[in-house]
């Protein structure tokens, strides 16, 4: 569904390429202040240009059409839309015909009976990730005195990711990529046994964006070849510091009060120019493809300001969760 | 919250210590032949017993108390319980002073004020698990013809694992583990954009189960290191097979029609009998602590068997979404 | 769904002739002192034994089993049993092939293709007004200072209640009844536009209560004939005080500080030893029906405390939702 | 909260005097034909204009941005636009100072610290259950064979109602009104024990129409009055047809295959130019107060179409529900 929070709920719609891209946020407390001008600078985080991303430069504009009054919110749904400036159409049909590897498109035809909109992933497309990052401006002010900061660590498994990008774009090819967000200041307690543990909450909405395929808090994969001596983190004062943060600022589900850590794995980007095979699905037959048009050569380069948005969402909702019960 | 599933829903409750565990399921259709032999396969695998995990032999007899009539679910909510017959009481004023590092006591009793069921971890003890199991003995029921199969692949980064755990044990330390899932035979197509993505949903799922700190679907971390011209699964054939399968049988959230495949990361048991630091939060001072009584050496000899159940739980409730708009 | 509530939900599971019947609270807040005493007032009040209920008087006592140590809740899902000590089988096949009029039996049995619980109208039952009950009991205890009573206002249509339910238990009929609810003392501002407003709350758990077909708030169906010069409630204190309250102590959706003020219509029971006219399903011919069996022949004797108790479900649900925003 | 539905669910967001009023369906299956035309006649019905309604004329044109693909629905969420033409502000200081009887101004400020957009009623306006008949559009399109008909019954307590109206009109004053919805075709089955029976889920979102305040199914408040012999319904045919239809084709919760029918009780306007009196919370006295403005003299005018639609989208939904586990 399209739709993700349990007090503060997003809900998104739009296609890459229809009128618009939307979000609507419900539960949204009345009395924070808010403009336009408050988006732009994680859009434009977000936003192609950088080297390694698609050249095309679209402005990201957001229109505040409801839930704001004389510049704070009201209490009721907020809602924000973004109009669509790139609305080409392209050969759809040979598309349809021959699958791109790694694309949405073949599955999204088959579980969609074919009326799914195929005009640049339609809903699938990485350009919803706009209605992310817009929701993640909103839940940073639920969050004061949090800071949420994520960046790149590597690309194609090179830290000089510039020069590793771009031996990519001269490839035609495209790099995955490593994105650590790390978030301090979390208070202890936030979480909900037994369905919502932070990492669970995370992790929902870190996979609901496109290319993450893997994700892991703390130390994460390392803790599997770990010994309980070495992973435990010995709490050295009142608060709950710990010496160590193997556990990744969570303990049982509940953040813990240390520094929040984790780490997403993201895929390079399927639509590349480098020469590939796919089946013609009306021939039979395996046959040369390449991709066309702009691509990111590396997608992950747009990802830590989305990493951000999603996190500040699961603490924003789960902080509300946590203080339901104080009154 | 402790319910999931947006068609297909679990609710679970109960206590390590407390009368019991139970487990009541939502929107189970009706007229699935069941009964409680039915589920002692599965709870025998969870169970104590195997080299390395807690020596005692509990007796987890499921008993279906609402939701079956003459052998088959009648529709109406499916409530299993489990009796505990394990409620020691125990010194759990020297637990609140001197916290066991890497356990959730801590921040459980900062959470809910000091009320939180101390005893054997209370609501967030690895013993829920069991309510776990049992909903994925009735998820399997609704995927005939899948086969979902985990296995624990190293045990502290050894393959060679009963001999890493004798050590361990030896030490009295514990190990941490890697678990991978495959399921054949999934469908294309089940997933929902945006939020509800196959992957989204099974990571929900996996880290409610205490002890998990990553996930990786397909060639997960190493894909951030790959290119896309790798990366990339070429189709062919008309049902969506693909040669490679680094995508892990999900492709824009959706079930591709090849495997899936995942890994999760188990941290080790945090309770151990070797000499560890902890502060006492009375005197201000650091001191030495041995967590005594019965422990798992390797809590992911035990995890198998309930990632098996939360990926049949994701699967029954993806599989009825995708149903729901076909009549 | 077999769930209620937004942050304080509560699921009610079992059937009439099943083992149990029982309740699980999820999202009650820790630290609220509770007993299983706390529960015997409020059900001895729904309990059979009046003169026009069912004589047989059946011990309905509660067992809490998870979410309460020591005396208080813990914060994690709170779960009450009752145990069935009735579990007579009758002669369902020949209910099956003559319906009882105005029963769920018939179209239940096509819902659920004939795997519903047919004992005592299974799942369906009113017996699992008793989870309902044992809810608004823990409600309450989140409203302190609100004063939730219901009553019996008419039987039949007759005030004078006593005298015409001896006349209808004499002629083996039934009666309806007319119930109304009152609460004072509650705030102004609960209620959720859009689609949550009190009294849209409310009435989805009335109509959860088996017998009930219809709600009205304040003057209800009245204000259909009113002038709204008759109908308006003039404001006369700064807290929002009315000097009449046709309202109902509604406002827009949202509870404005007046007295809380809805009546329900119970029908009459529809089980009845008086010869009623049914279709043998397998004849295909009418025949005469007389129900056996000890019935009420008021159930809306039973009913006042069931709807206290979902009015104090619906109130404690709003209030936690009021108060999400203002930390 | 905003949104309402299991499976299909609707979200709507906007204010009376914003830029906009909006709807986005989500869980809309794919392929339904669907263009912005199919709107029109029944936001015609909803319209301004009939004698009794604001003479004001309104054009309220509905603008598909998602979810539809050339001209059919594509499973993404289905988005459309209102565009608000009418922005005036008004004097909303003298309406804060001095409330109008009726209105939800003063309880929504109480509620919102202030911060709710008080022009017109803001996200309280009557002008959102545009986005319900817009819902109801695309609702009824998953009801084929399916016929909702709602017709006003009486305005004020009069079954002559045009010059029911002529007369409040010429008061200043307005009138409350009786609406009966009617729904034939319904199979038997749909609705969800024991918290989504039909009546609950159809109530609820009756409820959060604005100025109802009260519904009654089949014999509804008579049945109240009645003996169980007279309110039983006798099943005369296979499919479940009875003689009479007391219930209102709801049994136990779940429609029973005979015509859905019930009423809601529509209270009058509250703004009306007749002099009222109301606190001038300022000054602390009692104040004459003639709302100006072009009013509708009986809001119930406009209220079948909403009532449809609201009874299309619980039907739909319970549809989708009851068809879940048939796979």
């Given at each position: 569904?399209n739709?993700?929070?349990?007090?503060?709920?997003?809900?998104?719609f739009g296609e890459?390429?229809?009128p618009l891209?939307?979000?609507?946020l419900?539960g949204?407390?009345?009395?924070?202040?808010l403009?336009?001008?408050d988006?732009?600078?994680d859009?434009?985080r977000?936003?192609?240009g950088?080297?390694g991303?698609?050249?095309?430069?679209?402005t990201?504009h957001?229109?505040?059409?409801?839930g704001?009054?004389?510049?704070?919110?009201t209490g009721a749904?907020?809602?924000?839309?973004?109009?669509n400036?790139?609305m080409?159409?392209?050969d759809?049909?040979?598309?349809?015909?021959?699958?791109?590897p790694?694309?949405a498109?073949?599955?999204?035809?088959?579980?969609?009976?074919?009326?799914n909109?195929?005009?640049?992933?339609?809903?699938?497309?990485?350009?919803?990730?706009?209605?992310?990052?817009?929701?993640?401006?909103?839940?940073?002010k639920?969050?004061?005195?949090?800071?949420?900061?994520a960046?790149?660590?590597?690309?194609?498994?090179?830290?000089?990711?510039?020069?590793?990008?771009?031996?990519?774009?001269?490839?035609g090819d495209?790099?995955?990529?490593l994105?650590?967000?790390?978030?301090?200041?979390?208070?202890?307690g936030?979480?909900?046994?037994?369905?919502d543990?932070a990492e669970?909450v995370?992790s929902?909405l870190?996979?609901?964006?496109?290319?993450?395929?893997?994700?892991?808090f703390g130390?994460?994969?390392?803790a599997?070849?770990?010994?309980?001596s070495r992973h435990?983190?010995?709490i050295?004062?009142?608060?709950?510091?710990?010496?160590?943060n193997?556990?990744?600022?969570?303990?049982?589900?509940?953040?813990n009060?240390?520094?929040?850590?984790?780490?997403v794995?993201?895929?390079?980007?399927?639509?590349?120019s480098?020469?590939?095979?796919?089946?013609?699905?009306?021939s039979?037959?395996?046959?040369?493809?390449?991709?066309?048009g702009?691509?990111?050569a590396?997608?992950?380069?747009r990802v830590?300001?989305?990493?951000?948005a999603i996190?500040?969402?699961?603490?924003?909702?789960?902080?509300?969760?946590?203080a339901?019960?104080?009154?």
């Amino acid at each position: 569904m399209n739709s993700f929070g349990r007090i503060f709920r997003m809900h998104i719609f739009g296609e890459s390429h229809g009128p618009l891209v939307g979000l609507c946020l419900d539960g949204c407390p009345p009395g924070i202040a808010l403009k336009e001008e408050d988006f732009l600078a994680d859009l434009d985080r977000r936003r192609a240009g950088a080297r390694g991303t698609t050249p095309r430069v679209e402005t990201d504009h957001p229109e505040i059409v409801s839930g704001c009054f004389e510049g704070h919110t009201t209490g009721a749904p907020l809602t924000l839309l973004f109009t669509n400036r790139n609305m080409r159409s392209g050969d759809y049909a040979a598309l349809a015909r021959t699958p791109r590897p790694g694309h949405a498109d073949f599955v999204a035809s088959k579980r969609f009976r074919g009326f799914n909109d195929p005009r640049g992933g339609g809903h699938f497309s990485g350009r919803l990730t706009l209605a992310l990052v817009a929701a993640g401006v909103v839940a940073k002010k639920l969050l004061p005195g949090i800071r949420i900061s994520a960046r790149l660590l590597s690309a194609g498994g090179h830290s000089d990711i510039a020069s590793a990008i771009d031996r990519a774009m001269k490839e035609g090819d495209s790099l995955g990529g490593l994105v650590e967000c790390r978030a301090d200041n979390v208070p202890a307690g936030w979480g909900e046994p037994f369905f919502d543990p932070a990492e669970a909450v995370i992790s929902h909405l870190a996979f609901a964006v496109p290319a993450i395929k893997g994700i892991e808090f703390g130390s994460g994969f390392a803790a599997a070849a770990m010994k309980g001596s070495r992973h435990n983190d010995p709490i050295i004062n009142r608060e709950g510091k710990t010496a160590s943060n193997n556990a990744g600022g969570i303990s049982g589900g509940l953040t813990n009060g240390n520094e929040l850590v984790f780490r997403v794995a993201v895929k390079p980007t399927s639509s590349i120019s480098k020469e590939q095979q796919s089946l013609n699905l009306e021939s039979g037959i395996m046959e040369p493809l390449s991709v066309k048009g702009r691509h990111d050569a590396c997608i992950a380069l747009r990802v830590p300001v989305v990493i951000e948005a999603i996190t500040a969402m699961a603490l924003a909702d789960l902080k509300l969760m946590a203080a339901r019960g104080e009154g």
